[in-house]
C-alpha cells in the first residue's frame, strides 16, 4: 500500500536537487528518490515534479511511496582477504581487499565488509538503514584499502559528523594514465550523477561541491603515482576528478582508461587503493592514524610499469 506524504521542503535543503532531497528525507537511496519522480509520484506546489529539479525552502511537496522493497539481509559471511587493522569498543578499522562492497545493495550478490564483520563475530552499530549499519563511509568495490565502521551508537554519530564535516583525513594512491599537468593540484569541480548513465557519474555544473587534491609521486614512461588526498566524499570522486582531467585511473576502463594498458600490467580493476586513515576517536578524542600498504596486484603493475618498453 502506498504511503501518502505532504510537507514543506525543509528550509537546510534550499536549492537541492529534488532526488537528493527526497533521499535525505525520506531516507532513500538517490537512484529510487529519482525514479519516484520520474514516474509520476511527486508534486511540488502542485506541479508535477522531475527528479533534476532545485526545491525551494518551504514549496510544498506531496510524495508517494511506494511500499519499500525489503532490505538485503545481512547475513555473516566471511570474506576471504578482509584485515583487521584495529578493533575497539566503538570502532574497528578494516584492511578491505577489492571485490567486496561495503554493505549489501539492490543487484550485489558479492560479499560484503558488513558480513564479513559479523561472520568474525563482531557487532556493529544499530544506527543507520538495515543493510548498511555501522558504515559512516565506502570504498568502491573495486577499491582496496582502509575503512572504519562504527561498533557503538556514540561512534556512528561522532563519526558520521567528523566525514561530513570534514574533520576526517582520507589519503589515496592511484596510477593515473599519463602525466598531470600540472604535477600537484587541485580539483574543484562539482559531481552527479551522468546524464545518461545510471552507473556512472560526472563533473556536471549544479552537481554536489566536491574538491579533490592531488601530488605526483612518481613519473613512469605511460602513467604517474599520484597521492590523493580528498576534502569531499562523492561517489566514485576519484575516478571522475581524474577522468575529467584526461588521466584516468590506469584499468578503470569505466571511466575512459586504456584496456590494453590495463591489459600489460595485469590489472582487472583501477588502480586505486586507500592507503591512510586518520581521525579522532570518537570517545578517547586521540587522534588515529591507519596506513595499508599495496595489495599484491597494485605492488606488481607497478612494478611493471617501471620495466623498460
Not at 533521499?23 to 522531475?50: C, E, I, K, N, P
Not at 596510477?175 to 587541485?186: A, E, F, L, W, Y
Not at 601530488?215 to 580528498?230: G, I, K, P, W, Y
Not at 591512510?276 to 570517545?283: D, G, I, K, M
Request: proline share 8%; net charge negative.
Amino acid at each position: 500500500m502506498a504511503d501518502r506524504r505532504s510537507l514543506p521542503v525543509p528550509e537546510g535543503l534550499e536549492g537541492e536537487r529534488l532526488d537528493a532531497a527526497l533521499a535525505r528525507m525520506f531516507g532513500l537511496s538517490r537512484t529510487r528518490a529519482g525514479q519516484l519522480a520520474t514516474d509520476g509520484l511527486v508534486q511540488l506546489d502542485g506541479a508535477q515534479a522531475s527528479k533534476s529539479d532545485r526545491v525551494r525552502a518551504g514549496a510544498w511537496l506531496d510524495v508517494e511511496l511506494p511500499e519499500p522493497p525489503a532490505a538485503p539481509v545481512v547475513a555473516p559471511h566471511p570474506v576471504d582477504g578482509l584485515v583487521i587493522v584495529h578493533d575497539d569498543p566503538d570502532i574497528v578499522v578494516v584492511d578491505k581487499p577489492v571485490g567486496v562492497a561495503a554493505h549489501p545493495s539492490p543487484g550485489w550478490t558479492g560479499p560484503t565488509v558488513v558480513a564479513g564483520l559479523r561472520a568474525a563475530g563482531f557487532t556493529v552499530a544499530t544506527s543507520g538503514a538495515p543493510e548498511r549499519q555501522g558504515v559512516v563511509h565506502r570504498l568502491d568495490v573495486g577499491t582496496s584499502g582502509l575503512m572504519v565502521v562504527a561498533k557503538s551508537e556514540l561512534a556512528y554519530s561522532a563519526l558520521k559528523h567528523a566525514f561530513r564535516d570534514r574533520e576526517v583525513d582520507k589519503i589515496y594512491h592511484a596510477v593515473v594514465q599519463g602525466h598531470p599537468d600540472p604535477s600537484r593540484g587541485t580539483i574543484d569541480a562539482p559531481i552527479d550523477r551522468h546524464p545518461s548513465h545510471d552507473y556512472r557519474f560526472a563533473v556536471v555544473s549544479g552537481g554536489r561541491p566536491s574538491v579533490t587534491h592531488y601530488d605526483t609521486l612518481e613519473a613512469f614512461r605511460s602513467a604517474s603515482l599520484v597521492q590523493v588526498r580528498l576534502e569531499t566524499g562523492r561517489t566514485h570522486q576519484i575516478r571522475v576528478h581524474m577522468a575529467a582531467l584526461r588521466h584516468p585511473c590506469v584499468g578503470d576502463l569505466t571511466y575512459g582508461a586504456d584496456p590494453v594498458l590495463a591489459a600489460r600490467l595485469g590489472l582487472g580493476r583501477q588502480w586505486l587503493h586507500a592507503v591512510r586513515l586518520s581521525f579522532t576517536h570518537p570517545r578517547s578524542g586521540e587522534w588515529m592514524e591507519f596506513s595499508s600498504d599495496y595489495p599484491d596486484d597494485l605492488a606488481e603493475a607497478l612494478v611493471r610499469l617501471g620495466e623498460p618498453a
